[in-house]
């Protein structure tokens, strides 16, 4: 079992950063993949990013195209974090965001909610305009 609990978000205005955290515990790996996702109001869950480890010792971020430049995710793997810092922030933005973890090793990156077997609570990011 992995447990995840997210935290970071808040309201902010339009043009402003926030950077969410995902402190994971239980049976976690600094090979798996992680995620983050989000869901607005009204809309399904949908793939905002994902880091995984490329096999040589490196970690790589992957992102939909609608917050590449403005997003980056990182991990710190003495810490059992990922952060997802949100820069240039758009009303659009606007949903919770989860935090995801798999349970096995990915090269390729994993963008679908059906690749992660574990889910935090989820916080909320409130981007006004």
């Keep these: 079992q992995v447990q995840l609990v997210e935290s970071g978000g808040g309201l902010v205005q339009a043009g402003g950063s926030l950077r969410l955290s995902c402190a994971a515990s239980g049976r976690t790996s600094s090979i798996y993949p992680m995620g983050w996702f989000r869901q ?14 490329s096999g040589s010792g490196t970690y790589y971020g992957h992102y939909t195209d609608s917050v590449k430049g403005r997003f980056t995710i990182s991990r710190d793997n003495a810490k059992n974090t990922v952060y ?28 679908q909610a059906s690749d992660y077997g574990y889910w935090g609570q989820g916080t909320q990011v409130t981007v006004s305009s």
């Design 84 to 111: 997802l810092q949100m820069n240039s922030l758009k009303p659009e933005d606007t949903a919770v965001y989860y935090c995801a973890s798999r349970e096995t090793h990915s090269i390729v990156p994993k963008t």
């Design 40 to 53: 607005a109001p009204g809309k399904e869950r949908e793939f905002v990013a994902t880091i995984s480890w």
